[in-house]
């Protein structure tokens, strides 16, 4: 999953996009980030824990055109505070599954 957080922070591919362009294509790789946790990375006891990111990632659907034209400072705001819970949620997947038995 670091690979995701690494690809999230590169705005994006196409030189030729617009600011607006790549910062929707930012949202739409945070969204999809976060639904593959989802779908990965949860136990059927942490229901919780499921709900509340999709309930987050529905909140970012509905608001990426406002986030797209966020001036820099609090767009880079946005992304960094994806990161770090991309990155929170990893450290804790990688917790639990410490103490999991196969």
């Known amino acids: 999953m670091s690979d995701i957080v690494a690809d999230l922070l590169h705005l994006s591919e196409d030189p030729d996009a617009d600011p607006r362009s790549r910062r929707r294509q930012t949202m739409e790789r945070l969204v999809q980030a976060l ?16 709900h509340s990111i999709i309930h987050l990632t529905t909140i ?3 608001m990426t055109g406002r986030i797209a034209e966020a ?3 609090t767009f880079q705001a946005i992304v960094r ?3 770090m819970l991309i990155r ?3 450290r ?11």
Not at 35 to 50: C, H, I, K, T
Not at 92 to 102: G, K, M, N
Request: charged fraction near 35%; aromatic fraction near 6%; glycine fraction near 6%.
């Open 71 to 73: 001036d820099d400072a």
């Open 35 to 50: 639904l593959a946790m989802v779908d990965s990375g949860f136990g059927p006891d942490d229901v919780q824990n499921r």
């Open 88 to 90: 929170s949620l990893e």
């Open 60 to 62: 970012i659907r509905d």
């Open 81 to 83: 505070e994806a990161a």
């Open 92 to 102: 804790r997947r990688a917790d639990a599954a410490r103490f999991t038995v196969h």
